[in-house]
Structures are given as structure tokens and as C-alpha cells.
Nanobody, 121 residues
Framework: QVQLVESGGGLVQAGGSLTLSCAASGTIFAINAMAWYRRAPGTQRELVAS???????HYAESVKGRFTISRDNAKNTVYLQMNSLKPDDTAVYYC???????????????WGQGTQVTVSS
């Protein structure tokens, strides 16, 4: 089993910054892609940013230039640095990590429990 523990959400004023963290633990042989998604009330979950095992990153257009995704492979942790936050960024943020529990196993996606980010105007 794999557990993902998220931290770093909270309430911030528009223009402020927050950093989210997501640490994976448990039966882990290797981790492939890691990503952050978000879901605002009344909307579908959307991909915010992703990072491959080779540290190639992808961002949603709405966050380009403001958010930065990074990973620490030694700690099995993915981060999301969020700057210049806007009220439209208000959502529950979820991490998603593709894990192989042992050599030769398929990648399996795990989800964090979600952390609330609220940006006030």
C-alpha cells in the first residue's frame, strides 16, 4: 500500500504565495510521473501541473508563470510553489503519483486526500 500525505494549504490574500507538499510512503519501488490537480466548487477536477521522472514539467495555461512544480526523489515528495495567487485559484488541490510497488510491476496512480487553498480578494 502507498499513502500520500499533503500539506501546505490554507487561506491567503490575492497576490500571496503558498507551497503545497505531497509525500509518498509505503511499498514503493519507483515513482514515475507526479502531478497536482484541483477542483473548485461546481467544476470538474483539472490538471494544474505535472512532472515526469526526468523532471519534464507541464502546466495548465491558467497557472503558467505563477506556479512551479518540483520533486525530491530522495524524499518521494512533490511540491507546488504557487505565487501571485488569484481568487480563481481557490480549490481543493490533490496530488497524484504513479507508483510501481516492485520491480516489473505496472504503474498505479495514487491520490492524496486533498488540501484546501482559499484565496481572498
Amino acid at each position: 500500500q502507498v499513502q500520500l500525505v499533503e500539506s501546505g494549504g490554507g487561506l491567503v490574500q490575492a497576490g500571496g504565495s503558498l507551497t503545497l507538499s505531497c509525500a509518498a510512503s509505503g511499498t514503493i519501488f519507483a515513482i514515475n510521473a507526479m502531478a497536482w490537480y484541483r477542483r473548485a466548487p461546481g467544476t470538474q477536477r483539472e490538471l494544474v501541473a505535472s512532472i515526469t521522472s526526468a523532471s519534464i514539467t507541464h502546466y495548465a495555461e491558467s497557472v503558467k508563470g505563477r506556479f512551479t512544480i518540483s520533486r525530491d526523489n530522495a524524499k518521494n515528495t512533490v511540491y507546488l510553489q504557487m505565487n501571485s495567487l488569484k481568487p480563481d485559484d481557490t480549490a481543493v488541490y490533490y496530488c497524484n503519483v504513479a507508483v510501481a510497488p516492485r520491480y516489473g510491476a505496472s504503474w498505479y496512480p495514487y491520490w492524496g486526500q486533498g488540501t484546501q487553498v482559499t484565496v481572498s480578494s
